[in-house]
T-cell receptor, first 116, second 106 residues
Framework: ETGVTQTPRHLVMGMTNKKSLKCEQH?????MYWYKQSAKKPLELMFV???????ENNSVPSRFSPECPNSSHLFLHLHTLQPEDSALYLC???????????????FGEGSRLTVL | GENVEQHPSTLSVQEGDSAVIKCTYS??????FPWYKQELGKRPQLIID?????GEKKDQRIAVTLNKTAKHFSLHITETQPEDSAVYFC?????FGAGTRLTVKP
């Protein structure tokens, strides 16, 4: 148990649906991340939050909408997705006391998303 | 942003042999270089990391070397075992390499 939990573990949705992915960390970390993992691409950084403020958005389409109500919770709201958005979405947290991307990432198990 | 390249994409070794995976990065300001191991169907987990103020770090059979001038760092696994079989990722400034699928044959 790494202390980062994601729900749901699996999600199937149509292109017109609206759904949300949830991530919760119990490690007291200050930073939280969303990564996308596709079969033939590197882990892609999507969003970074530090003390619930968004610090990075790597040109992610607006059909992905993150929300970070506090340092322990992170959401990814999904709407009007495309089939190519099907992937494993990994949440992670870290204690970045020396600046961005300077601490070990603790990943959740991921949410496997299939867009039909 | 940071651009991380990782080689090779696949690596097959005999049990007991050594394995080396190399990564290059583009941003000279990067100062933290972790390596993650991802077993099939599981989450990535840190196995070793190095910061820019040192050139080498070892943890039992695993070592990482860093050349800041050349902007590359490498993972070395000695005395490989079948349980080392997994995908290994390097990272710098939040960007990940494409991964190396290591297979250790018994």
């Amino acid at each position: 148990e790494t202390g980062v939990t994601q729900t749901p573990r699996h999600l199937v949705m149509g292109m017109t649906n609206k759904k949300s992915l949830k991530c919760e960390q119990h490690l007291g970390h200050n930073a939280m991340y969303w990564y996308k993992q596709s079969a033939k691409k590197p882990l892609e950084l999507m969003f970074v939050y530090n003390f619930k403020e968004q610090t990075e958005n790597n040109s992610v389409p607006s059909r992905f909408s993150p929300e970070c109500p506090n340092s322990s919770h992170l959401f990814l709201h999904l709407h009007t997705l495309q089939p190519e958005d099907s992937a494993l979405y990994l949440c992670a947290s870290s204690q970045d006391i020396r600046g961005s991307h300077t601490g070990e990432l603790f990943f959740g198990e991921g949410s496997r998303l299939t867009v039909l | 942003g940071e651009n991380v390249e990782q080689h090779p994409s696949t690596l097959s070794v005999q049990e007991g042999d050594s394995a080396v995976i190399k990564c290059t990065y583009s941003d000279s300001a990067s100062n933290y270089f972790p390596w993650y191991k991802q077993e099939l169907g599981k989450r990535p987990q840190l196995i070793i990391d190095i910061r820019s103020n040192v050139g080498e770090k070892k943890d039992q059979r695993i070592a990482v070397t860093l050349n800041k001038t050349a902007k590359h760092f490498s993972l070395h696994i000695t005395e490989t075992q079948p349980e080392d079989s997994a995908v290994y990722f390097c990272a710098a400034a939040g960007s990940f390499g494409a991964g190396t699928r290591l297979t250790v044959k018994p």
